[in-house]
């Protein structure tokens, strides 16, 4: 999605930042809600679990820099 939208729209650099940001804080938004939804049921419910398993992954991805090895293929 990233590389869709650089270009796409020619971001600038600062552009990029601005959107690299958005996407973390929605990512680590998700990640903390989905763990919040998950104390109630103790970890139990399968979808939730996953749910915040992927949201905190995708924030590792944000976090690490967006290396090519834990995304998808840029084929």
């Not at 690299?20 to 139990?44: C, D, E, K």
């Not at 949201?55 to 834990?70: D, T």
């Amino acid at each position: 999605r990233y590389i869709f939208l650089k270009k796409r729209y020619g971001l600038s650099p600062v552009g990029a930042f601005l959107l690299h940001l958005a996407g973390f804080l929605s990512v680590s938004v998700n990640f903390l809600l989905y763990g919040l939804l998950n104390v109630p049921v103790l970890f139990t419910g399968k979808r939730l679990r996953r749910r915040w398993a992927m949201f905190g992954y995708l924030a590792g991805w944000h976090l690490a820099g967006f290396p090519v090895s834990m995304g998808l293929p840029r084929g």
